[in-house]
């Protein structure tokens, strides 16, 4: 099979891969921009995910006829609630009590990941064992394909019509975002909070209340990205393989990779979920050398960090302020 | 409202930041339509006290009115409310944003529209000119200062605090500043403006409100103060405002510069072609409007900085190729105070004692694999008794000591280690009377004790009393090196704007200056 043979399949995989990660991205770069430091994105991509999954089981469990839309409905709302909250703790954590951001983001990482799969493996025993949960009626509503006209334009209705709503939501949601930051007066004081608190500060901006908000609707969104992950890909099953960890990790190397703009996030993540799986697609490669292809997104991420680094364009640097707590007072 | 109806007024306001009394007890008057100047040396709570007015302290006892009615300012919020504005002397400006973005901060969405406009009217009714879609990382100093007031008067203030707003001007950029001052004054508005330099106070203010040591000292009418009386008032004590220039008897060349070439960051030269050099017992000035290439000069003989070409003689070593560590070895040392301070020479959050450490730690090192903090510790205690440094204990982060107390540590320090040539820029830059004469002290007691020192100034009064020969610098090139008791302010200003060349008319008589006739340097390695 000729490497390009193989393509579409690849753009499929990608695309899947890549809507996980652009809503990471997004989130991530929402709540940088107000200098919030947020190296939990993982963690709160679990916590969407697994609170997505618990609340439509308990749905469709205690209904005969779960309906479609009351499913999507019910699964956004608990993984936005569920990962919003594990933002709220982060918020709390370095906003009111000053702590480092790089120690509190990695403890709600692990945080995440831990309840995540203590719930997964509950819900599992109640499903009566591993891979038994079923969530049919949210995964197909999930997975509907939203453009009817999919089927009548060959390959590339395939490749860019056939997927589930979610794909479409989530460039709107980065589209939505470029605008918000780029041309909104709050997105002008948001930026303002992520690189001179003192000054946003002293413009009469509430510091605090803009990096709690951006932090936790930063984190909902990153929680969306695990529901998808969940609801789409793996088609409503709870597995402990880690995935969401990595692609959470993947999506926070997204954000340098397009120097905190949400527009470039779009391309930019079917770029790394292209780059993530296209050790499958290369021949000849044993087990030995896939991990070599496995680490394309990272390279990638380092070659941008050098290029915006010697470019030093002041545009393409992250907020000034990321990762530093502020005090008002401080002196 | 009338020209001279009161605007704010504070009434026994106290700060206290831990133990540390910043402000106790203070009484204010500030007016519509007129100029308050505040006066007081480093840490006298100056800007601390103003800070309560703009919403980003909130006093711990006392009362603020404001048109007669008592408030209560909790944010800058609360200030804006109160058209409050305040220009820190750290700029409160995005450097990533354009001029009109940083003014359109904070305001409310619907005003923010026609901003464009707003600030046309402002800069037409007082004459300012900025370009609002310029960024501000492009601007220099000047322009942000402009842009600060700009944007407080398009935020709709009528009480304009300026916190040392001439620090970091030229002198006609401050004739500039002073003009709008004026202006705004005219309009009504009222003017609080902190400095430390009295010329000033007399030139723009008609009130003087004094601060010591965080106490309220008295306001007096400026056209019934001098320079002496408001010295005075602010140090507490009868001063001397002359400035001593012991005569050392000249040793032979400590430090030599020949045909010295540097760039610059941008790859431009910024030293070209210098030649000078420093008598042990001397103190050689270095004049020049300010990026004439002090700075890289500086870099330069600390080895911060690789050269072009040239040579830089120690004693009979060419140290032009030394690393800095090698460099301060042979009893070089650099102190250069950047505009904010602490940039260079000291880690702001560590404590005194660490940054004491920092310069000494080789010397202990042989002995022990361990710091030796207990020594650290009495060092930063001399250092402290000696030069007078402010501060609540040796353990506190030296970002907590106001700016001549700072300097004072790295000065001390850098005195510590027993140099025999000093490089110190700007060491007084932001200092009060006081603090500023006992560093010419420090600085001349070293002189006696045949240390050879570069001192680049600012102040050319300061540095025609100070210094026994000054070399002005106009564009990295030596305009000459004249003697500082004779040499006329006249004639130096000529030279600094490249009017005058002196090793012009002296390269007549083939005799090049800056090179001294019983050089270190042997023939034949030139």
């Known amino acids: 099979m000729s490497f390009f043979q193989t393509l579409p399949a690849l753009i499929q995989v990608a695309i899947a891969f890549g809507t996980v990660i652009m809503l990471g991205c997004c989130g991530e770069i929402l709540t940088e921009k107000s200098g919030n430091l947020n190296l939990g994105i993982p963690g709160v991509m679990y916590l969407g995910g697994i609170a997505s999954l618990t609340g439509v089981f308990f749905y469709e469990r205690s209904t005969e006829n779960p309906n479609g839309f009351v499913c999507i409905l019910i699964a956004t709302v608990c993984a936005f ?43 599992n025993k109640l499903a009566g064992g591993v891979g038994q949960i079923s969530v049919a009626t949210t995964s197909a509503a999930f997975r509907t394909v939203l453009f009817p006209f999919a089927g009548d334009l060959g390959v590339v209705g395939q490749l860019l019509f056939s997927h589930g709503f979610m794909v479409y939501a989530a460039i709107l949601i980065a589209v939505a975002m470029q605008i918000f930051l780029s041309r909104s007066h709050r997105g002008l004081h948001l930026r303002a909070v992520g690189e001179n608190p003192a000054t946003a500060d002293a413009a009469g901006i509430n510091v605090s209340i803009y990096k709690y908000l951006s932090t936790c609707i930063g984190c909902g969104i990153a929680g969306l990205g695990g529901m998808y992950y969940v609801m789409d890909y793996t088609k409503g099953t709870w597995a402990h393989d880690g995935t969401i960890e990595t692609l959470g990790w993947l999506a926070v190397a997204l954000v340098i990779f397009t120097t905190w703009k949400p527009k470039n996030a779009i391309w930019g993540s079917y770029l790394f979920g292209m780059l993530y799986w296209m050790y499958l697609y290369i021949p000849g490669l044993s087990r030995n050398t896939q991990p070599l292809f496995k680490m394309l997104p990272y390279v990638v991420t380092i070659a941008v960090l050098i290029v915006i680094s010697i470019h030093k364009k002041r545009e393409n640097q992250p907020p000034a302020s990321l990762g530093l707590p502020y005090f008002r007072e401080e002196r | 409202m009338g ?40 840490g006298s709570g100056k800007t601390t006290l103003m800070n309560m007015l703009s919403g980003i302290y909130y006093p711990d006892g006392g009362q603020i009115y404001y048109r007669g009615e008592p408030v209560d300012i909790r944010s800058p919020k609360d200030a804006h409310a109160l058209r409050i504005g305040m220009i820190h002397q750290h700029f409160k400006l995005v450097d990533l944003f354009t001029a009109a973005e940083n003014i359109r901060l904070g305001m409310p969405g619907s005003a923010g529209k026609n901003v464009a406009a707003q600030i046309k009217e402002i800069c037409d009714r007082y004459g300012f000119e900025i370009d609002p879609d310029q960024k501000v990382y492009n601007m220099n100093v000047s322009q942000k200062q402009t842009l600060e007031i700009v944007k407080v008067l398009c935020h709709g203030a009528d009480v304009l605090i300026l916190d040392e707003p001439t620090a970091v001007l030229t002198l006609q950029e401050t004739q500039k500043l002073f003009r709008v001052i004026k202006a705004m004054k005219e309009d009504g508005k009222a003017i609080v403006i902190i400095t430390h330099k009295l010329n000033e106070v007399l030139e723009v203010s008609d009130r003087v409100s004094i601060l010591r040591r965080g106490e309220y000292i008295g306001t007096v009418e400026t056209k019934d103060a001098t320079e002496l009386s408001l010295t005075e008032m602010m140090v507490g004590q009868k001063v001397d405002l002359n400035i001593d220039r012991p005569l050392v008897e000249k040793k032979k060349p400590l430090l030599e510069i020949r045909d010295l070439t540097i760039r610059d960051d941008e790859g431009n030269v910024a030293i070209d072609g210098v030649n000078f050099y420093i008598r042990g017992g001397e103190m050689l000035g270095v004049a020049g409007i300010a990026g004439c290439g002090q700075k890289e000069l500086c870099e330069a003989i600390a080895g911060l900085r690789p050269i072009e070409s040239g040579m830089m003689v120690h004693g009979d070593e060419d140290i032009s190729r030394m690393s800095p560590k ?10 250069f105070i950047p505009e904010d301070r602490l940039g260079m020479g000291l880690a702001p959050s560590l404590s005194i004692t660490d940054n004491v450490l920092l310069k000494s730690y080789k010397e202990s090192e042989r002995h022990s694999p361990f710091v030796d903090r207990k020594r650290g510790r009495e060092e930063a205690n001399v250092i402290i008794d000696e030069l007078g440094v402010i501060t609540p204990s040796t353990e506190t982060p030296v970002r907590r000591l106001s700016g001549g107390n700072v300097q004072k540590v790295l000065l001390g320090r850098e005195i510590k280690t027993n140099p025999n040539v000093i490089v110190t820029a700007y060491p007084v830059r932001g200092l009060d009377i006081n603090s500023s004469y006992l560093i010419y002290k420090i600085l001349n ?82």
């Open chain 1, 81 to 123: 609630l569920a990962a919003a909250l594990g933002g709220l703790i982060f918020s709390f954590l370095t906003t009111t009590l000053r702590a480092n951001h790089n120690v509190t983001g990695l403890t709600l990482t692990i945080f995440g990941a831990g309840v995540a799969n203590f719930f997964g493996g509950s819900l």
């Open chain 2, 3 to 42: 020209q001279t109806s009161s605007a704010i007024e504070l009434r026994n306001v106290t700060k206290t930041f831990g133990s540390v009394v910043a402000n106790k007890n203070i009484c204010l008057d500030i007016r519509y339509g007129e100029v308050l100047a505040l006066l007081g040396e480093n």
């Open chain 2, 326 to 335: 090698e460099i301060s070895a042979r009893g070089i040392s650099m102190s």
């Open chain 2, 445 to 526: 007691e070293q002189k006696m004790s045949g240390v050879g020192i570069l001192f680049i100034g600012e102040d050319l009064d300061v540095m025609m009393a100070l210094c026994d020969k000054i070399m002005v610098l106009f564009h990295g090139k030596v305009m000459g090196i004249v003697n500082a008791a004779t040499a006329t302010k006249e004639q130096l200003g000529l030279m600094m704007t490249g009017s005058l060349d002196l090793t012009q008319i002296k390269d007549t008589e083939s005799k090049k200056t800056g090179i001294a006739q019983d050089s270190n340097i042997k023939e034949e390695t030139v």
